[in-house]
């Protein structure tokens, strides 16, 4: 079965200082692997996901997050955070062969002016 | 484009009262789950639907009852609420069809209170 760890539940950081939410996952098969996010008292959204390819994926507000497959990992990171990116950041695994879709406990990012 | 939609925003129940959460969606997705959110727990997986007329069950489906008559709805019924059920759920669709659209899009919630 399929599992998702978010090793840190809080993440506070500087405004304009780099960010880095870590992610692993454990999974037998070939997966996909997302992060969504959710600001204050509304639905998810999805950031930016790997289907496959290149291994480093971005987002059009400046998030990336790199698949290793060796490590199982998929860790998001900003090289400077806004007030704006404060939300839940929620990594999430999906099989490529077409299933349920397991998401990790989040992680909240709080920005510090 | 309306997406997800899901009715009502917010609840207040009674002990032992029934109610359906309503979901919809208007993108043909084959896919459609519903999710429960709880601090520090993240999203965990009710019950989940694959077409019409084919439901199964996720990590945490007791209390809960779903079916699926149509491609677009995918309600969700609690039968006799209790405290434990007090969450924020989440309806969500995706699609099947093609890989580049795997991801969930997600209704804004229904804040779900029982007393």
Not at chain 1, 82 to 103: G, L, M, N, Q, W
Not at chain 2, 1 to 21: D, E, H, I, W
Not at chain 2, 33 to 62: C, F, K
Request: hydrophobic share 35%; aromatic share 12%.
């Amino acid at each position: 079965a399929q599992s998702v760890t978010q090793l840190d539940s809080q993440v506070p950081v500087f405004e304009e200082a780099p960010v880095e939410l870590r992610c692993n996952y454990s999974s037998s098969v070939s997966v996909y692997l997302f992060w969504y996010v959710q600001y204050p008292n509304q639905g998810l959204q999805l950031l930016l996901k790997y289907l496959s390819g290149s291994t480093l994926v971005e987002s059009i507000n400046g998030f990336e997050a790199e698949f290793n497959k060796s490590q199982t990992s998929f860790h998001l990171r900003k090289p400077s955070v806004h007030i704006s990116d404060t939300a839940e950041y929620f990594c999430a695994v999906r099989k490529t062969s077409y299933d349920k879709v397991i998401f990790g406990p989040g992680t909240s990012l709080s920005v510090i002016p | 484009n309306a997406g997800v939609t899901q009715t009502p925003k917010f609840q207040v129940l009674k002990t032992g009262q029934s109610m359906t959460l309503q979901c919809a969606q208007d993108m043909n997705h084959e896919y459609m789950s519903w999710y429960r959110q709880d601090p520090g727990m993240g999203l965990r997986l009710i019950h989940y639907s694959v077409g019409a007329g084919i439901t199964d069950q996720g990590e945490v489906p007791n209390g809960y009852n779903v079916s699926r008559s149509t491609t677009e709805d995918f309600p969700l019924r609690l039968l006799s609420a209790a405290p434990s059920q007090t969450s924020v759920y989440f309806c969500a669709s995706s699609s099947r069809a093609r890989q580049e659209n795997t991801e969930a899009f997600f209704g804004q919630g229904t804040r779900l209170t029982v007393v």
